[in-house]
């Protein structure tokens, strides 16, 4: 169980400036992203929907800086995006874990990546894996572990670098309903304690604005922003708010936006 006191924030500002994605070349090239400029402040959640192909994984990897932008700019904690930042971690829908290494050893890998003290970190792993319920798996490899097990790793591994920011591409996609609110209630309980800065791709709705302090609502391609919503629903939230009258606002405004 997560220990949900707030700390300090730790998160990076993010600002998108009329941002723009163009693939391929001139007289044979696809808009994918159009003029797209927000801001994310420190700390803050936001969930970006949109229809499928629509561009939500190219924003999140310009803003990673695994892609680079064709016009506007990225900056992140003040400075500009000119490609992948140590300070940020990145996960994707599936777990990505290695099947030789333990958990923790799959936990404890950015840092072997990035030549850092594995031992001074350990401890720091070991933490993680305790909020995420995991302390108990911590010699077991991946192979044996559920889908939402493996994916609590990930996240457990995301954090151990302390990221100012979470880039999070539909992480919860492949696991069932249940596993899938269990997973929700576990990142809404780690981001009341570690207080990132997140930008959380997803296609559920409901998912997005349970989780979210943002909602931004993307058009089809080329994407442009059609909604950008504040969540105002207190935190913590459990699933209860769900069957709220207010939860089921922003989910309208929300499928409008999408034109359902």
């Known amino acids: ?73 990225i900056k992140v904690g003040g400075q500009p995006v000119a490609g992948p930042r140590r300070e940020n971690s990145v996960m994707f829908q599936t777990p990505t874990l290695f099947p030789w290494r333990t958990v923790l050893e799959n936990v404890l890998f950015p840092i072997e990546v990035f030549k850092g003290d594995l031992g001074a970190h350990k401890a720091e792993a070991i933490k993680l894996l305790e909020m995420a319920g995991l302390q108990d798996f911590k010699d077991r490899l991946p192979e044996q572990l559920s ?29 069932d309903a249940l596993t899938r609110d269990d997973m929700s209630l576990e990142l809404q309980r780690i981001q009341e304690r570690f207080r990132k800065t997140v930008v959380f791709i997803t296609h559920s709705i409901r998912e997005a604005v349970f989780l979210s302090d943002r909602v931004i609502v993307l058009s089809p391609r080329p994407a442009v922003i059609v909604r950008d919503l504040t969540i105002d629903l207190p935190r913590p939230r459990t699933l209860a708010v769900q069957e709220t009258p207010e939860f089921n606002r922003y989910c309208a405004e929300i499928r409008a936006g999408l034109g359902r």
Request: charge should be neutral; hydrophobic fraction near 40%.
């Open 1 to 73: 169980m997560v220990n949900t006191r707030a700390v300090d924030r730790t998160g990076a500002h993010v600002t998108v400036n009329d941002v723009s994605k163009t693939y391929g070349l001139r007289g044979d090239s696809v808009e994918s992203i159009r003029s797209v400029s927000f801001e994310l402040p420190q700390g803050e959640f936001l969930s970006i929907v949109g229809p499928s192909g629509c561009g939500k994984s190219t924003l999140l990897m310009m803003v990673a800086g695994l892609l680079p932008i064709t016009a506007g700019t």
């Open 147 to 175: 889908g939402g097990m493996a994916q609590r790793v990930s996240l457990c591994r995301a954090l151990i670098t302390n990221p100012e920011l979470l880039l999070m591409d539909e992480p919860f996609s492949a696991l």
